[in-house]
């Protein structure tokens, strides 16, 4: 082999060497404890292994438990049997059976934006972002294109491709001054940024709003982890609370977390027939590549039925009230906030026992550590969803409290 | 806005002011002429427009029409009432279902590899191409990445990302004499290839086990196109030819074509317990977004099951019937083939017209031309399927000739 060319690579975006060594620490350390790789089958929201062993999911993104709701079960069935496929493989630009338009009428009419739909959020912001980097979806305009340092790795992914044809660049998180200074110093800036962030959190909508006005910026939201669980008909995060809903502002969501089922909406508002159809040619794989099959878009318009009804504000209210009862049972950072994500915290040398310990009682939460965060910073990640019962959750507090968790103070 | 800064691309690997440019002007042509945008409903194999025009697709992937087969579609069904959910959402590292794992276990059997499942071939190129230019995917050297200048855009769509991680260069098609000199140049080489073409043709399996041997060569194929419509079992072109099935090849499938369902496949032979938790912890959207729905699962252990009965025989013999009834009435270039996709060539400036004249007589063929194809190399691409009738082909070999197609010479 002597001679030959060995190869440095530039990492300028991504960085195999960093990630895999720092995540097979991690993955191997949990598995080798009993807190990953776990197989088993759910029946009446609870999972059971092969060997017997029955605890409740605290890591599940379903918030609403919409994912074992009978109607979008039965709605993916029904859509099966009518159209007889589960896709009709051609590309939907030239010939299409009506089941995806159906599903993004009934999802724009629901949410009042112009909706596409992906097979999943990661593959419709890989479509979207080198679009938007090349100035084909927005004003013209190639913009800076700023990835918050925090973004979700589906957004942060397509940096490599949007530095091809533009300017590409890491923001600080939520820095509302770096990003006016770079409204001033660019023609036009694209942020992207979570709408809701997996450890907690929302994107500082309003402050955007005012530099949107102001410089035209232009804001690309991921908002999975709040869609169905937040605001009104479960319009997400973004949708309730972003004082601009027109061109200026671009939010990708799953359909795949509180929502129940299976793919993703991009929910658009402003942009003409012209950038509908540039989105449709050109937006990666949501131009060459398999749609949301029909199974995906029937329990798609249940769930969306199930928005339209009463039915969703009362699990968005069991939801809440399953959050507070867990924030009067233990205190985390997140305490008193809307957002169903909870990290417990622990330290480093005993945060994957705590876990094992968890588990083994009867309750799946994720134990977060180093490498994967920084020490000192370690935790039990916890995730709230409408169906927990109270039983379930007290009982969680207190084997929570008896690995190290902290009570609340009493006011 | 004088003063602000703008942006040059560098364009390296991509330039969407070209592919806006000239896939605008295809699709804006086609749309217009009527040969591209049309919805319809599909019931007994026939298309039907909502103004009630009937038409046969010959332009579909499904080449055994497995898509409908009943028992396919009632496999979905049954998934879905057994698991009770399209997704449990966590990632699969932590908690799974055994959804997934019962039909990797199915496909391995059914193909003789070690299968990992993706939601989109695409998805799984996309997620896989990175890991093996930065060598932890493979024997622990960078290779220079060469994506075959034809490879299907869901894989060169990953230079970029590969770029950042060795480097990546663009091979001329099949050009094994090139190939060896890169091989001979380098520590290690891996060859992005499409196993079948989707204009066309098969990779020289032959000549690249050559490489294989001698340099190391890592093959990477991706073999949507022929999987299922070609080989015992389905197995696709690559399976079935390709001499050397070990850690040196590794071959991509999409399960929405040919298979008839949803999702991909990833065929590997001779990677082990590492290698296999490196894909699943690192191999992008593999890893952190939504799995194929359980729909597709059943679907697809449904139709692996038609793969193990002489059923698929049948079918793969009506196909093979089909397309060397259509060689008989039509002259391509592709004639006397296995292939099930024909290019009846057009002269550029009649090519739509042709298009939409087939298109009223009840049949979608797609028109292909330039800016698509080089001037003087247009045509309308028609893909045969074994559910298609003799009465069918027939008469479309009739509109075709009356509308420019060649007739073969009789030998």
Redesign the interface.
């Known amino acids: 082999?002597s001679g030959?060319?060995?190869?440095t690579?530039?990492?300028?975006?991504?960085?195999?060497?960093k990630?895999?060594g720092v995540?097979?620490a991690f993955?191997d350390r949990?598995e080798r404890e009993g807190?990953?790789?776990?197989?088993?089958?759910?029946?009446g929201g609870v999972?059971r292994t092969a060997d017997g062993h029955e605890f409740v999911?605290f890591?599940?993104?379903?918030y609403l438990d919409l994912?074992?709701h009978p109607d979008?079960?039965e709605g993916?069935?029904t859509a099966?049997?009518r159209?007889?496929?589960?896709?009709?493989?051609?590309p939907r630009?030239?010939?299409?059976?009506?089941a995806l338009?159906e599903l993004e009428a009934s999802l724009g009419e629901l949410w009042s934006a112009d909706v596409i739909t992906a097979?999943?959020?990661?593959?419709a912001s890989?479509g979207l972002l080198?679009?938007i980097?090349?100035g084909?979806l927005g004003d013209g305009?190639?913009p800076?294109m700023a990835f918050d340092k925090n973004c979700?790795?589906?957004m942060a992914?397509a940096k490599?491709?949007c530095?091809?044809?533009?300017?590409v660049v890491t923001a600080p998180h939520h820095d509302i001054d770096w990003l006016e200074d770079q409204c001033?110093?660019?023609?036009r800036v694209c942020y992207v940024v979570d709408g809701a962030d997996s450890l907690g959190g929302y994107a500082p909508v309003k402050e955007l709003a005012v530099l949107q006005d102001k410089y035209n910026l232009l804001v690309y939201y991921d908002d999975s982890h709040s869609v169905s669980a937040y605001g009104e008909r479960g319009m997400g995060y973004i949708r309730a609370n972003a004082p601009i809903l027109d061109e200026r502002t671009i939010t990708v969501a799953?359909l795949?977390?509180a929502f129940?089922?299976?793919?993703a909406a991009v929910l658009l508002n402003g942009y003409d027939k012209h950038a509908h159809?540039?989105i449709e040619?050109?937006a990666?794989?949501l131009c060459?590549?398999?749609p949301m099959?029909t199974?995906?878009v029937g329990?798609s318009l249940a769930s969306a039925e199930i928005h339209r009804s009463a039915e969703l504000a009362t699990l968005q209210g069991k939801l809440n009230a399953n959050v507070a009862l867990f924030d009067s049972l233990v205190d985390t950072e997140q305490s008193a906030t809307s957002y169903p994500i909870r990290i417990v915290p622990m330290a480093d040398d005993t945060v994957i026992d705590a876990g094992r310990r968890v588990y083994e009682a009867g309750f799946?939460v994720?134990p977060v550590f180093f490498p994967i965060v920084a020490r000192g910073t370690a935790g039990l990640r916890v995730m709230l969803r409408a169906g927990q019962t109270e039983d379930q959750i007290r009982r969680l507090g207190a084997v929570l409290a008896e690995v190290g968790a902290a009570r609340p103070q009493v006011a």
Chains 1, 2 share one sequence.
């Open positions: 082999m030959r060319k060995t190869i690579p530039t990492h300028r975006y991504r960085d195999n060497d990630a895999v995540g097979n993955w949990s807190v990953a790789g776990i197989v088993a089958e759910l029946a999972l999911n890591t599940c993104c379903s994912d074992s979008v079960i993916a069935v099966l049997r159209f007889g496929v589960l896709d009709h493989c051609i630009s030239r010939v299409q059976i009506p338009l097979i999943s959020a990661g593959v890989a080198p679009l980097a090349s084909h305009t190639r800076l979700h790795v589906s992914g490599p491709a530095a091809d044809e533009t300017e001033r110093a660019y023609e799953t795949n977390k129940g089922t299976s793919g159809r540039v040619r050109f990666g794989a060459y590549s398999q099959n199974a995906a329990a799946y994720s």
